[in-house]
């Protein structure tokens, strides 16, 4: 609460404060003034120096379920925005090496937040489907989606970057199935008959999800920093939540 209040009262005049409170022994500290810092306005720019190394901060934080202090930092560079564009390289290290699934998409938001869309376009086509799963799943929130996120999303359809079938399969439903939710026109039988079968399975689904995205929808984060299309109840046709169970072994998430 003392941190809270210091960087909105204190504002940018805070941060070198806080910055130090960085170097705290005390992981839940150390999480607070990360989030602190991503709160003052206008960007606290100075601190994103000392909030990159953070990212490889992997001490766990109790009261957030275990959430670590690395997501933490990657979702206060995010709000840091543009002026945290520095952290591009580190962020996209990590969403290519992160092993756990949140940490994955929440540096991925913040590529998409510090406007390096490229570099989420650029892994797509990961040999990691990990890797091309969460950049599929950050490019979805994107607003308006440009043509060169449906592009890039149409050449990974097509041309999944790996020697692996199975790998190639699930990157190629990943690609599939971000277009389905961003209201492009998939056509299966252009596919083998492995890939027709399982994106049957997701349309089969997909009818029943209604609060699935529509085209024209606006994506948004406002009220949930963590807003996900993919993370998606079908109670009214599949109780058992069976379209989370269907696409959570590609998508990264249980």
Not at 5 to 30: D, M, Y
Not at 121 to 135: C, G, Q, W
Not at 144 to 154: H, I, S, V
């Amino acid at each position: 609460e003392g941190i809270r209040v210091i960087s909105q009262v204190g504002g940018t005049e805070a941060v070198p404060a806080l910055i130090e409170l960085l170097k705290s022994p005390n992981a839940q500290e150390r999480h607070h003034v990360a989030i602190a810092l991503g709160k003052i306005d206008p960007p606290a720019e100075a601190a994103v120096p000392a909030l990159i190394p953070l990212l490889k901060d992997t001490h766990s934080v109790e009261a957030l379920n275990q959430n670590t202090v690395q997501v933490s930092a990657a979702e206060a560079l995010g709000d840091i925005g543009p002026a945290a564009a520095e952290a591009t390289n580190a962020l996209e290290e990590q969403l290519q090496t992160a092993k756990d699934p949140d940490m994955r998409y929440r540096t991925g938001l913040s590529l998409l937040e510090v406007n390096s869309k490229h570099v989420l376009i650029n892994n797509l086509t990961s040999k990691n489907p990990d890797v091309s799963e969460a950049s599929a799943r950050v490019l979805s929130l994107a607003t308006p989606p440009n043509q060169d996120t449906k592009r890039a999303l149409r050449e990974t359809l097509q041309n999944p970057n790996s020697d692996n079938s199975d790998v190639n399969l699930q990157i190629r439903l990943t690609a599939a199935t971000t277009l389905k939710l961003l209201g492009e026109e998939i056509d299966p039988e252009e596919f083998d008959n492995d890939f027709q079968e399982e994106y049957k399975k997701f349309e089969e689904q997909f009818e029943g999800c209604p609060r699935l995205p529509k085209k024209g929808d606006k994506l948004s984060q406002d009220e949930d920093p963590y807003f996900d299309p993919f993370r998606v109840e079908c109670s009214d046709k599949h109780p058992d939540g069976g379209f989370k169970e269907l696409i959570g072994g590609f998508f990264g998430f249980e």
